[in-house]
Structure formats: C-alpha cells, structure tokens
C-alpha cells in the first residue's frame, strides 16, 4: 500500500492541523497518510482533531522530538454544535500570550506608536522562552506582513520558538493575506483556545 507523506515539522499551530485537513478533504474513506511533526503538542492537536472527525489516528514517538502519525479516513462525522475544529495546545514551559490589537503602541502620536511597536517586540526576545504564542489581530496583522519595519524581530522570536497567529479575517480586510511574511494565518477558534490556556496575556 503506497502512503503519501505529509512533513508538517517547524510549522506552528494551527499550520499542522490545517495542512492534514486539507490532505483527509483529498483522500477517499479507507486511504491512509503518514503525518510528520516534531513536537507533542502538535501530536496530540493532529490526534484530537482527526478522531474528532471519525479518522482513526495511530501516534508514534520517535525521540528527539519527532513523531509519526498514521491517519486513515474514515467516513467522517460532523463536529458537535459549538465545537471547535481546530485548538492549539500551549507547550507546558510557556505561560505567557502576547496579543497584539493594532501596529502601534499608546495613543496620541503614530508615528511614535510605530516606534515603541518596534522596540516593545524587539524587546520581547529577551523574555521569549517564557512565551507560548504572539497574536495579531485588527491592524496589528501589518506588522506580519511583507514591508513591516518589524518582521526581523518576529523572525526572531519564531526562530525562538514562539508561534505568530495572525487573524485571517483581518489580513482579508486589509487585502494583506498573501503578503503575511512571519508566522502563520489562524483563526477565532484557535485564538480563542489558545488564550484560555494561556497563564497570562500581555498587550502593549
């Protein structure tokens, strides 16, 4: 039986969950595909969703941070009313959320605003292992973008390891969703579960 390969290791949530429900959309009931993801939590966020739907899921740990699951579609079933479809589960080490409502800080000057942006997410590099995610919603989606004066500081914190959700809803009203540059587009369901699990959120 040939199995098609899906490699979702280095993408952050949602990324993984999205790419292996587009591949399940693809495949016919009985098919199997072999996903590939290099942390538990994403593991277990791939596990829940796809049994969620009546895909069976076999997870197997590798070491080293790697994992292997074997997904079979199944006749699938529609989520329960008011369920979410996709969650992101935080790591146990990160407590901390960064939501980022508009790309400046403070009121009263823009162009200063823009300035202390800058500086406020450069400076949180120095604080990036105790964050889990950075989430950008309304215009604050334009510092994720192509062009922002601040996308080699959040290429920095996700190379840190922090995971950038930025609202697809918003990079769609700006027309900027093809332009997003740092982290991944996400969703209300996502956003939502990921500051309930959140220890603290931050906002400038």
Known sequence: ??????????LACPQPVLATKDALARMTSGETILVLV?????CKNISRFAESQGHPVKAEDKGGDRYHLLVTKGE???PAAGEAEIVCDLPDRRATVVYIGSDTMGRGDDDLGRKLMKVYLDTLSHFAREISHL?????????????SPA?????????????ILS??????HFGLK???AAGVVSNMYAILEVKLQAGRI???
Request: proline residues 2%; aromatic residues 2%; hydrophobic residues 40%.
């Open 1 to 10: 039986m040939n199995i098609r390969t899906l490699d979702c290791q280095g």
């Open 38 to 42: 290099d942390n538990e939590a994403a």
């Open 76 to 78: 699938g079933k529609a």
């Open 135 to 147: 989430i950008f919603v309304n215009s604050g989606v334009k510092l994720a973008v192509e062009g």
């Open 151 to 163: 996308l080699d500081h959040l290429r920095d914190l996700a190379d840190m390891g922090v995971e």
């Open 167 to 172: 609202c697809g809803a918003c990079l769609d």
């Open 178 to 180: 093809e332009k997003l």
């Open 202 to 204: 931050l906002s400038p």
